[in-house]
């Protein structure tokens, strides 16, 4: 049974994000606030927002900022290459969960020794969402999930149509943006992936 990562896009409000959350997060095992070039204040106002809006803190992933997420006791962190190093956070705060982002097999085994708990690896498809970038495809995934044993969840163009392809290619679940928070109908984009990554009918 694979995992659905739900992550946001910097390109709502708050209330936005919240307001959305509130119906699809029963679908979703994670939702990232990546709220990327906002001040620490700013992100904490979308974890509060979630809080408020009844997404569990065990659900919530802040991107980047170790500091609002320990400071508001959620699940966890989502590290890239210009956060805090993985092993430090992990020596500081033993309870967070730590996601990595990595780009090829030798960024997700230095993930694994340092202790990440899941890589999230990206773009596999093009996305308007990472624009100008070459995608890295399917096989891109089957390398990375070849060079790890802790689960590999893809990113970058992924919604419902694309989805079990990603999952075939070895990826435990899938991490989407635009696909739900830009959806003109999130709950049905967010069930149908939901369906697609658990392998089951949700009624
Ligand atoms: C946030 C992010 N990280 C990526 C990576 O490659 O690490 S791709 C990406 C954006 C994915 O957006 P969408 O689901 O709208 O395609």
Known sequence: MGV???VS???QTAAQLAAICARVHPYA???H???KGKTAREVAEFVVALLRAGVPAQKIIVN???DVAAVYGVKGV???YHSLP???VRRTFPDLAIGCSVHGPIEAKQAQQAGALFCLYGHVFPTDSKPGLVPRGLDGVADVVRAVQIPIIAIGGIHAGNARSVLKAGAAGVAVLSAVFLAEDPVREAKQ???IVKGERIE
Do not use: P, S, Y
């Open 4 to 6: 659905l990562h739900l």
């Open 9 to 11: 896009t910097g390109r």
């Open 29 to 31: 095992d994670a939702i």
């Open 33 to 35: 606030v990546r709220e």
């Open 64 to 66: 980047d900022r170790v």
């Open 78 to 80: 989502q590290l890239a």
């Open 86 to 88: 993985v092993r430090a």
């Open 193 to 195: 992936l939901a369906e």
